[in-house]
């Protein structure tokens, strides 16, 4: 039965790349596109979610946001391992600092997201899932980034269903955990491809430091985080 287009994407499976890399941001999505692809094409829009294929290094690429949090990527994510046969996703997105040794744009390779969402329940497992990247992406970014001599944190970070927390304390408990940093929507990523049975990793620069109330402007984290958006293309040309 066919299950495409959907409400959310108006293509057709060959109209993307097997492996996707998704911003949260449209804005984004299309720079990439429009500056480190070679001959992208638009094939969706709807709702302002701009996904594009094109090629890098003479090879097939699609880049496509997110939205923010895990129901919107829930919903991207899902559709396109299910609906439109895309084998790979790496997010590639923004992160607020919790460890202190962490400075403002150094990446971050989430091994692991924890998470303070219920995502998890409509598996109705009898447990805790642990939401973990796919190893060979892992490895593969990492290795990109060795070879580019860019500093990097492997770790454990929070996927976060709350921006604005009344519970001040949180932090600190996440903080006492190891979590190097949060996002929001890397687990509902990670749970998604498992069962799916195919790969994600999100690859992240530090946006904005919880702890010492730094931050970059909006139009740095549009356009500026260019290390991480050539780790995630030379990791992606690696899967095809």
């Not at 607020?96 to 971050?108: H, R």
């Not at 260019?226 to 780790?231: L, P, Q």
Request: glycine share 6%.
């Amino acid at each position: 039965m066919k299950n495409y287009p959907t409400a959310h994407i108006n293509a057709k499976p060959e109209d993307f790349a097997k492996t996707v890399l998704m911003p949260g941001d449209p804005l984004r999505s299309e720079y990439i596109a429009k500056n480190m692809l070679d001959g992208a094409v638009l094939v969706n829009n709807v709702r302002g979610i701009n996904g594009y294929t094109g090629t890098y290094k003479g090879k097939r690429v699609s880049v496509m946001a997110s939205g923010m949090g895990m129901p919107s990527m829930g919903i991207y994510s899902y559709e396109l391992f299910n609906f439109f046969d895309v084998d790979n996703i790496i997010r590639v997105g923004t992160a607020g600092a919790l460890d202190k040794s962490l400075k403002l744009c150094d990446i971050v390779l989430a091994m692991g997201a924890s998470t303070n969402s219920s995502y998890a329940s409509q598996f109705c497992l009898n447990g805790t899932f642990s939401a973990i990247a796919s190893y060979k992406l892992l490895r593969d970014a990492h290795d990109e980034i060795i070879q580019k001599n860019i500093p990097c944190c492997i770790g454990n970070v929070l996927s976060s269903d709350y921006f604005y927390n009344a519970d001040t304390t949180a932090n600190s408990k996440w903080i006492e955990m190891g979590i190097k940093c949060i996002e929001m929507e890397a687990a509902a990523l990670y749970m998604n491809a498992a069962r799916a049975n195919k790969n994600a990793l999100a690859i992240l620069t530090i946006s904005d430091h919880i702890i010492t109330g730094e931050q970059t402007t909006s139009h740095e984290r549009q356009t500026a985080f260019t290390d991480m958006m050539e780790i995630a293309l030379e990791t992606a040309i690696k899967q095809e």
